[in-house]
């Protein structure tokens, strides 16, 4: 079995595409890197890399590896966060995860708040609309905008935030607001790129729109927003974080609104840590004030 840290080097170089690139991130001298990535291919008997003009480009064995490699990662990880501090302690790591939106736009005042009382506990936030596995410890706490579906799990309903249509009000002056579903197609309308789960929830909810609908067509939520909140044009925004803008009105009311659950879980196993369990009940408080907010 090869060292972990010579796994943790495979990932860099994976990562980076070059020794000096990895050399860099991990804090190693680039010799070290080549001498980690040689011991692990001697270990196993493949090789992981071949040269390019571009650096380094994995080869089927190492891209096989990679899930492997980042499961390994996280379980190092979630190890030194349980590690860091005693179960009955209000100290050590608590690692959240949310969607690009709400750990940009709704938590930070919620974990300035929990730091405020709890100054002892370091706070690791990853913003992903990727869904981080619970169960194999990616993070410790996820505030999730559906149920979640895997087991093991200890999860909260904190109810609904609603969704809606708006537009700033530069905009309306300029363009006027539209006044049905099929007067918006002379609109600039602010949605998705190539994000299929935005496609199959708006046929879910039979809303026949591609992307070729939209003037702005971006899969990060954050620009979405921050091209509604420019002007471009007519887009969607949670209720509350949209209230926060006087600059911002709802358009379409009547057409165009849905809720979407918001959910804190963690692995059952976390309730034994105090500090995961005051961190989970203060997010549940923060995020119960947030969606009756609008």
């Known amino acids: 079995m090869a060292d972990w840290d010579h796994y ?6 994976l990562d980076e595409g070059s020794l000096s690139g990895a050399a860099r991130v991990l804090g190693l001298t680039q010799p070290t890197v080549g001498r980690h990535v040689e011991t692990l ?15 380094l480009s994995p080869t089927e064995t190492a891209l096989a590896l990679r899930p492997h490699a980042e499961a390994m990662a ?35 005042p919620i974990l300035a708040g929990f730091h405020e009382a709890w100054p002892d506990v370091a706070i690791e936030l990853n913003t992903s609309n990727r869904q981080e596995d619970l169960i194999r410890r990616e993070a410790d706490i996820a505030v999730r905008m559906a149920r ?11 109810g609904f935030v609603e969704v809606k249509l708006y537009a700033h009000k530069r905009y309306l002056a300029a363009h006027g607001a539209p006044t049905t579903f099929e007067d918006a197609a002379s609109h600039a309308v602010i949605g998705f790129d190539r994000d299929m789960w935005a ?7 039979q809303v026949p729109l591609t992307r070729e609908f939209f003037a ?36 379409l009311e009547d057409v165009f609104r849905f ?30 004030a947030y969606v009756r907010s609008a």
């Open 216 to 251: 702005f067509r971006s899969d990060n939520d954050l620009a979405q927003l921050a091209a509604l909140r420019a002007g471009f044009g007519v887009g969607a925004a949670q209720a509350p974080i949209a209230a926060r803008d006087p600059e911002l009105a709802p358009v």
């Open 41 to 55: 291919e001697a270990d196993l008997g493949q090789a992981l890399f071949t040269r390019s003009a571009g650096g």
């Open 199 to 205: 496609v199959r929830a708006l046929e879910e909810r």
């Open 8 to 13: 943790r080097t495979f990932l860099a170089v």
């Open 148 to 158: 979640p579906t895997q087991g093991s799990l200890l999860a909260k309903r904190i």
């Open 259 to 288: 809720d979407m659950e918001v959910w804190v879980a963690m692995h059952e196993d976390l309730k034994q840590s105090r500090r995961m369990r005051l961190m989970f009940d203060w997010l549940v408080d923060g995020l119960t």
């Open 74 to 108: 996280a379980a190092a990880e979630a190890l030194v966060r349980t590690a860091s501090g005693e179960a009955d302690q209000v100290r050590g790591a608590v690692r959240v995860t949310a969607s690009d939106i709400v750990g940009v736009e709704v938590l930070p």
